[in-house]
């Protein structure tokens, strides 16, 4: 397939060879040109603006930071719904809000072009292994043709639902992430400061009631003090929003995202917002040194 | 081994019965009557008093509420300390504060008595399959003795760390379930709201970073509106109090087990603490209804 790629990112980078390394041929675009040289050494073309990565491609794939992002480059006075032909099979796979998935994809729908919300969660690791767990949103048809491209890219792909349901699912993921995050650091500090051996304690409660992927993933960073990322404290901050504005949109109560999101702020605000997510358990063990000093 | 065994509840009959079919013979005490006939019925010998129930015996097991009940049980102005000889092992399988653990057991190592803190998890139909997980504390030669009593009761049985690690590990363990509880619950009202199939939603994200087991167990509760116990919020309330309170002497900062403490305990003063932990899900639900309408 022709596929055209805008966001060279740490995901979108992995995500365009491991297209390229499946038979597609690619058409790049990026703000930074780093990137785009690379994959132009791998055989992939160069577009001239974002709005030419859609031309003459089958399908267009956006990796990008945040919901203003993909607004812009899709349907921004310069955006690629000026450019892009009937038929043309667009595939979003940045994390953004729901609703400004539902927005983009109604105004690109005016024009004859589907729209998929797929966004992904697996990380730098599973984008450049090509083990991305894919959730995505929209018709059938659509996925069913995105299929190939899915394939390229992760081991996982199901379609939860409608546009805008591939982002819902990937709040409620992150939603859980993060509040497994913060119990688990508040419990393991429970452990260390009552002086009993967390490696002991872990063997004790990972088979049973307690057992996560976040205690199995994140326990061993803890324990190391290894705070390389992995998924950045910021990104997580901007899924926690985004996840607030929606709730707060349906009237809902979500008050342990409201508390693990200032909690992520904290650390934000003193200059950690590049570590790893589980880097949460140095907020406790600061709380911790500052109430006993 | 002969076994005095005291506290003959929801999880102590099947336990006891579990130490009985394994071929140990029992000498058991309860307050109410019912479940000692039962035991009687089935060979075990009946203690007269809680202090009879250590008298002739190798080794005693309590598996009584709480703190204070173990406290007046074992070392209370009739307490066993009066009636046991030099030598008995002592194992505590209640879930109560570390602390108590150890101001017990240091009483006891007077008299000779070694004392394994040792609380379980997997709930009563882990008790009645005999299946538990078995988080002790204590040295490691009493541990050793308990070992044919362990594993005619569980499945799983560790040795933390000294007296009270058991409990350290359990309020630890108990914690954790119930963060992740809370933020499923409210992630899962978040898909809900949005008028997404959660089923697909669910299958999208469990074999990813949200993925635990309490999304496994919990997640078909929520669905089904289903929340006979498995294990009662007033029990899970005791428990995150204990860890308070222990937290608490640490000098440590827990908002989150706070956080999930206090809804729980809404949840108790509408009547609803004899429900399974998982109808923590009703609170955001009810939460929702009264802000919207």
Wanted: net charge neutral; glycine share 12%.
């Amino acid at each position: 397939m022709k596929v055209g790629f805008i966001g060279l990112g740490i995901m979108g980078k992995p995500m365009a060879m491991n297209l390229m390394k499946a038979g597609h041929s690619l058409k790049v675009y990026n703000r930074s040109k780093g990137a785009v040289k690379e994959l132009v050494a791998l055989g992939a073309e160069e577009a001239i603006s974002h709005g030419d990565a859609a031309v003459g491609v089958d399908a267009l794939i956006t990796m990008l930071p945040d919901s203003p992002d993909v607004k812009s480059v899709m349907i921004g006075e310069e955006g690629v719904v000026n450019y892009a032909k009937k038929g043309l099979l667009y595939i979003d796979m940045s994390s953004i809000l729901p609703e400004v998935s539902k927005e983009v994809g109604s105004a690109l729908k005016e024009k004859g072009i589907d729209m998929l919300d797929a966004p992904v969660s697996g990380g730098d690791l599973g984008a450049i292994a090509g083990t991305l767990a894919i959730m995505a949103g929209g018709e059938k048809s659509a996925f069913q043709r995105a299929l190939p491209l899915f394939k390229a890219m992760g081991s996982s792909y199901v379609l939860v639902g409608p546009l805008g349901s591939g982002n819902t699912a990937k709040l409620t993921n992150n939603m859980i992430v993060a509040g497994n995050i913060a119990i688990l650091s508040e419990a393991l500090m429970l452990c260390k400061e009552s002086g009993t051996d967390l490696t002991k304690v872990l063997d004790a409660i990972r088979g049973g009631s307690a057992g996560s992927a976040v205690l199995e993933t994140k326990s061993p960073k803890i324990l190391k003090k290894d705070y390389k990322p992995g998924f950045k404290i910021d990104l997580h901050i901007k899924d926690l929003k985004n996840a607030q504005i929606t709730g707060g949109k349906l009237g809902l109560h979500m008050p342990i995202t409201d508390l693990t999101s200032s909690l992520y702020e904290t650390l934000s605000k003193e200059g950690l917002g590049e570590m790893d997510h589980s880097a949460l358990f140095t907020y406790f063990e600061n709380m911790h040194h500052e109430k006993n000093s």
